[in-house]
DNA sequence: TTATAGATTGCCT
DNA sequence: GGCAATCTATAAT
C-alpha cells in the first residue's frame, strides 16, 4: 500500500511555547500539523484536520473544571504534554496541555488524515487490509474520530500519559510547514455542559474530518 | 460502598 | 436511528 507521505527532513517539533497560549489559539494552529508515532522503526503519523479546546475552571465540560486530580494532574502541569484518558470504558483520547503550569487547558485531538504507515494502522484498528487500494471510506476507519486515531497510533495512557510532545521521542508533533486552509469552527461534540461554545476547530473541506458530511460537501 | 454519567464506537434493526 | 459494551472518576448513600 502507498503513503500518502510527508515531507520530515524540514518537519521540526513544536516548542513548549507554541503551546504555552490559550488553548483556541492553540487548537486553531495546531491544524495542518503532524501527528507523529514511532512504532519500532518505522513512522505512523497523520495531520491533524479537527480538533476541540477545553479550557479550565471556567469551561464545565474540561475535565480540569473541578480543579486538579490523580487523573488530570498533567493538565495543571506545564505546556505541550500528553493527557491521555480512557472514556467508555472502550477507547483512549488524546490531548496536549496547554497554558503555563498551574493553570489547565488542553487540545483535543479528534480526527487525522493518515499520511504514514497506514497497513499499520490497519492493524492496530483491527480491520482487513482492501485488497486494492484504499478507498476513502476505509480510511476514514482509520484515524477519523478520537478514540480511532488513539487505537490506530497505538496510544494509551499506561504507555503515553505525561509524555512530552515537544521533543522526538516516539510520539510528538512535528511542523511541517505545510498550510492547513480555511478553519470553521463549530459546537463541540458529545458533550453535555456548554455544549453551545463554538470550540470545534477543523480544516473545511477536508474528507477526514469526524461527521456525515462535514468536511466533504461543505468547501 | 453503591450508583451513574461520560470529550465513543460498532453493530443491530 | 437506537443501543450495548465496558472502565473510571466522581457523586450519592
Same mark, same amino acid.
Given at each position: ?19 504555552? /497560549? ?9 491544524? #495542518?500539523?503532524?501527528?507523529?508515532? $514511532? ?11 479537527? +480538533? ?14 473541578? #480543579?486538579?486530580?490523580a487523573r488530570n494532574l498533567v493538565l495543571f502541569g506545564p505546556p505541550g504534554f500528553a493527557y491521555v484518558y480512557f472514556?467508555? #470504558? ?8 496547554c497554558m503555563s503550569e498551574g493553570k489547565a487547558g488542553c487540545v483535543l485531538f479528534r480526527a487525522l488524515e493518515p ?7 490497519? +492493524? @492496530? ?13 476505509? %480510511?476514514?476507519? %482509520? ?6 486515531? &488513539?487505537?490506530?497510533?497505538?496510544? &494509551?495512557? @499506561? ?28 459546537? /463541540? &461534540?458529545?458533550?453535555? $455542559?456548554?455544549?453551545?461554545? $463554538? ?16 468536511? /466533504?460537501?461543505?468547501?
Amino acid at each position: 500500500m502507498r503513503d500518502p507521505g510527508f515531507d520530515i527532513t524540514c518537519a521540526r517539533p513544536l516548542s513548549h511555547r507554541f503551546y504555552d /497560549r490559550d488553548p483556541r489559539r492553540v487548537a486553531r494552529e495546531l491544524l #495542518g500539523k503532524v501527528l507523529v508515532r $514511532k512504532h519500532g522503526r518505522k513512522l505512523l503519523a497523520g495531520r491533524i484536520v479537527e +480538533v476541540e479546546a477545553y479550557m479550565g475552571a471556567n469551561d464545565p465540560a474540561a475535565h480540569a473544571a473541578a #480543579g486538579p486530580t490523580a487523573r488530570n494532574l498533567v493538565l495543571f502541569g506545564p505546556p505541550g504534554f500528553a493527557y491521555v484518558y480512557f472514556i467508555y #470504558g472502550n477507547h483512549y483520547c488524546l490531548n496536549v496541555s496547554c497554558m503555563s503550569e498551574g493553570k489547565a487547558g488542553c487540545v483535543l485531538f479528534r480526527a487525522l488524515e493518515p499520511v504514514a504507515g497506514l497497513a499499520q494502522m490497519f +492493524v @492496530a484498528r483491527g480491520l482487513s487490509m482492501p485488497e486494492r487500494e484504499p478507498r476513502l471510506t476505509d %480510511l476514514r476507519l %482509520l484515524t477519523t474520530g478520537p478514540g480511532r486515531l &488513539t487505537q490506530a497510533l497505538g496510544i &494509551t495512557r @499506561a504507555r503515553d500519559n505525561g509524555k512530552d510532545l515537544t521533543t522526538f521521542s516516539d510520539l510528538t508533533i512535528l511542523d511541517d510547514s505545510c498550510c492547513a486552509g480555511r478553519v470553521v469552527t463549530t459546537p /463541540r &461534540t458529545g458533550i453535555t $455542559k456548554a455544549a453551545d461554545a $463554538k470550540l470545534r476547530y477543523v480544516i473545511a473541506g477536508n474528507p477526514f474530518v469526524s461527521g456525515k458530511s462535514e468536511g /466533504r460537501s461543505q468547501k
